[in-house]
């Protein structure tokens, strides 16, 4: 079965610092990968979704993230990080019906 | 455009009661996917509907059970809860079944079991 693995359950990074969220995939297809943000007592948002257009996908807020089919992975990135992109991250994938979620990445940003 | 709506946000029950949990689709949406999101943890799916029939179940007893009516809500039932059945509830909509599809997610309805 697919799947995700998100690499770090915290990250802290500094008001303007580069954000490095990892996500590696198990497949033996090309996936469908999603990342999404869910902030305190909210539901998920969608940041970006691969769908194998392009390899380098720009999402919401400032996100991108690259499919890289050699290291399987689909890391999102932000140059820049702002208070506000405090939160949870959850990267996923899709087989057949179902989104299959890591266990996310907590944010918090320091100023 | 409206989007998903869940009711209610939040409700206690206790140990061995039954529960029923609520989820508008967004509008010209015919899917509706159920998580369970656990404290600490990502969202695992339940089960989804898609034009009023079960299309797919995840590792849930059966015990959870769902419906989809015709204008494309749905309802999470849950019987005979227990304390691990604790979490925040999700709902998704989506415009159909693809791979591709986004999913548009409610708030959530936070369940306490005690």
């Known amino acids: 079965a697919q799947s995700v693995t998100q690499l770090g359950s915290h990250v802290s990074v500094s008001e303007g610092a580069l954000v490095l969220l990892r996500c590696n995939y198990s497949s033996s297809v090309p996936p469908y990968l999603f990342w999404y943000v869910q902030y305190p007592n909210q539901g998920l948002q969608l940041l970006l979704k691969?769908?194998?257009?392009?390899?380098l996908v720009k999402g919401i807020n400032g996100f991108e993230a690259e499919f890289k089919k050699s290291e399987t992975s689909f890391h999102l990135t932000k140059p820049s990080a702002h208070m506000s992109d405090a939160a949870e991250y959850f990267c996923?994938?899709?087989?057949?019906?179902?989104?299959?979620f890591g266990a996310g990445t907590t944010v918090t940003v320091r100023a | 455009e409206t989007g998903v709506t869940q009711s209610p946000t939040h409700l206690i029950k206790t140990r061995g009661q039954q529960v029923t949990l609520r989820c508008s689709s967004q509008?010209?949406?015919?899917?509706v996917s159920w998580y369970q999101q656990a404290l600490g943890q990502g969202p695992q799916f339940i089960f989804q509907?898609?034009?009023?029939?079960?299309?797919g179940r995840g590792n849930f007893p059966p015990r959870f059970s769902g419906l989809q009516f015709p204008n494309y809500s749905s309802e999470l039932n849950v019987n005979a809860l227990e304390l691990d059945d604790s979490a925040l509830y999700l709902c998704a909509s989506s415009q159909n079944t693809g791979e591709a599809s986004e999913a548009f997610f409610g708030q959530g309805t936070r369940l306490t079991v005690v």
């Open positions: 509907y898609y034009r009023e029939e079960e299309n």
């Open positions: 509008s010209g949406h015919n899917t």
């Open positions: 691969y769908t194998s257009a392009a390899t």
């Open positions: 996923a994938v899709t087989l057949d019906y179902k989104l299959s």
